[in-house]
T-cell receptor
Framework: GNSVTQMEGPVTLSEEAFLTINCTYT??????LFWYVQYPGEGLQLLLK?????DKGSNKGFEATYRKETTSFHLEKGSVQVSDSAVYFC???????????FGKGTRLSVIA | DSGVTQTPKHLITATGQRVTLRCSPR?????VYWYQQSLDQGLQFLIQ???????AKGNILERFSAQQFPDLHSELNLSSLELGDSALYFC???????????????FGPGTRLTVL
């Protein structure tokens, strides 16, 4: 079946530090991969996506590259801000009418 | 603001009771999805409706049911509630039903259900 594993949190960083949140997946076929962000008290928002191998998704300084050989989609940001404090979810969606499958989420806290 | 609204924001009830959660999708969106977010299970897909018809089913218990009305709003009914049903319930909407092209899902703020 399809599954997503992401690093356990919480992750606490100082402002301007480098961020990596690891995500690996198991899927049949060729899934699309996503990162969603959930700010306190809000629903999930799509942060970035990649639909095929070697694609790089990017948004708001965040990047993730679809690595088929390692079945990974790690989220990175070069310099985090306090406003990036949130819970980050890695997700996949296989082709056809299949629902999103989410990882358990990683809570990021950025301190000034 | 995603444009997806959910009511109520918080719900506190007792075991054995029944509750209804309501979701209004973004204007123009035909698909509605329900998800349950709990500490132990994470974020799990429950069910999807497209233009009034059930489209996909996930890990939805038999005690739970949903429907989508002609005005496209959706309701999730939870009955014979147990302590373990306490969770955040999200609704999301998208333009289409899915298929080969990704239809971005826009999430509402959620309804927090507490079963005592």
């Amino acid at each position: 079946g399809n599954s997503v594993t992401q690093m356990e949190g919480p992750v606490t960083l100082s402002e301007e530090a480098f961020l990596t949140i690891n995500c690996t997946y198991t899927a049949t076929g060729y899934p699309s991969l996503f990162w969603y962000v959930q700010y306190p008290g809000e629903g999930l928002q799509l942060l970035l996506k990649a639909t095929k191998a070697d694609d790089k998704g990017s948004n708001k300084g965040f990047e993730a590259t679809y690595r088929k050989e390692t079945t990974s989609f790690h989220l990175e940001k070069g310099s985090v801000q306090v406003s990036d404090s949130a819970v980050y979810f890695c997700a996949l969606r296989n082709s056809g009418n299949t629902p999103l499958v989410f990882g358990k989420g990683t809570r990021l806290s950025v301190i000034a | 603001d995603s444009g997806v609204t959910q009511t109520p924001k918080h719900l506190i009830t007792a075991t054995g009771q029944r509750v209804t959660l309501r979701c209004s999708p973004r204007s123009g969106d035909l698909s509605v999805y329900w998800y349950q977010q709990s500490l132990d299970q994470g974020l799990q897909f429950l069910i999807q409706y497209y233009n009034g018809e059930e489209r996909a089913k996930g890990n939805i218990l038999e005690r739970f049911s949903a429907q989508q009305f002609p005005d496209l709003h959706s309701e999730l009914n939870l009955s014979s509630l147990e302590l373990g049903d306490s969770a955040l319930y999200f609704c999301a909407s998208s333009v289409g039903a899915g298929g080969s092209n990704y239809n971005e899902q826009f999430f509402g703020p959620g309804t927090r259900l507490t079963v005592l």
